[in-house]
């Protein structure tokens, strides 16, 4: 499915086409596709709230599947393999930011799907550093959604600062927050979820959630740590007046519309923090896969045929997605 130029999702803009399938290089590896989850930041690109960075591109970040052929140097993965390739795709690996470990801030990242041919179709290549085994505990189609969903929820749960049994709330609840509920559910923090949904506040109240509400709605109770997921930049007041003391505001979007004027006595008084997410290292990405076998974590996913891309995403665009879609080519 190509992107030939960023347009609105309703005028579907994706074209499925037969291209040559793509050369593994010195240290990357051809990984035949057996599934890709669809995500809110493929939208991003499609629609051109992320500025492009190579047309046409091939969208899709969360993709699992089994290694067909490997490039010289390559060791890590043998074929038949089965890998997943994630949304970060490239550092440079010695600036001061790679060098502190914090390859997320990497002024030269590339990523899958914007900057490089991504999962939406047969075959992807990736360099096999940045390449993830996936635990034999989830199918490819469940584990789609770890690649970024999870992995990006996964970092902003950190950088909420939330400890083990204090109170989290979530701010839309789409394929992110419905596992960043389970992983905080398993470390014994009460979920707060407020999100425009029904079907999406059912389906946290499934996973465990202590409370769910409208978005405008209040948690009835201080939230020590929360997460807006939902790119729009208004909610973020609401999210910081909800906070208890000393509390923290992950912003985990690529993407927010603009925040508006918030009043310092009810949104940043009291030592209250507003903080972003940004990318993922692949330590992230480890760290997630671990825990979520641990767990073990149960994505809920629904499949949909490659060909149906511009369909999906225009449900995804409109809320009606559960859980995570999967394309299957």
Not at 198 to 223: F, I, N
Request: with cysteine; net charge negative; proline share 7%.
């Amino acid at each position: 499915m190509v992107l030939e130029r960023a347009a609105r999702i309703a005028t579907r803009p994706l074209e499925l086409r037969e291209i040559p399938d793509p050369v593994p290089g010195p240290g990357e590896i051809l990984v035949r596709v057996a599934a890709c989850g669809v995500c809110r930041t493929d939208l991003h690109v499609i629609e051109g709230d992320l500025q492009a960075r190579r047309v046409p591109v091939v969208p899709g970040h969360q993709v699992v599947g089994r290694v067909a052929a490997r490039g010289v140097g390559t060791s890590r993965f043998r074929p038949g393999d089965r890998v997943g390739i994630a949304w970060l795709r490239e550092t440079c690996g010695s600036c001061a930011y790679c060098r502190l470990g914090r390859e997320n801030l990497c002024e030269g990242s590339r990523y899958t799907g914007w900057d490089e041919d991504g999962g939406y179709a047969e075959y992807a290549i990736v360099d096999e550093a940045f390449a993830y085994a996936i635990p034999d505990r989830f199918s490819d189609v469940e584990a789609t959604p770890l690649l970024c969903a999870g992995i990006i929820g996964y970092r902003a749960l950190r950088r909420s600062l939330v400890r083990p049994g204090q109170t989290l709330g979530l701010f839309g609840f789409g394929s992110s927050a419905h596992i960043v509920a389970q992983l905080a559910r398993h470390r014994g923090c009460a979920v707060y979820v407020a999100t425009r949904s029904a079907s999406h506040r059912r389906l946290a109240e499934e996973l465990g959630a202590a409370w769910t509400g409208d978005t405008w709605d209040a948690p009835p109770v201080p939230l020590d740590g929360a997460i807006v997921f939902a790119p729009a930049g208004d909610i973020v007041p609401q999210a910081m007046r909800a906070l208890a003391k000393g509390g923290t505001l992950a912003v985990a979007g690529i993407h927010l519309s603009e925040i508006p004027a918030m009043p310092y006595d009810r949104c940043l008084f009291q030592e209250k923090s507003l903080t972003s997410v940004t990318s993922n290292t692949r330590a992230d990405g480890e760290e997630l896969l671990r825990e979520a076998e641990e767990i073990p974590l149960r994505p809920s996913v629904t499949t949909f045929p490659m060909s149906e891309a511009n369909d999906v995403l225009l449900t995804l665009a409109n809320d009606g997605i559960r859980g995570t879609a999967v394309l299957v080519p």
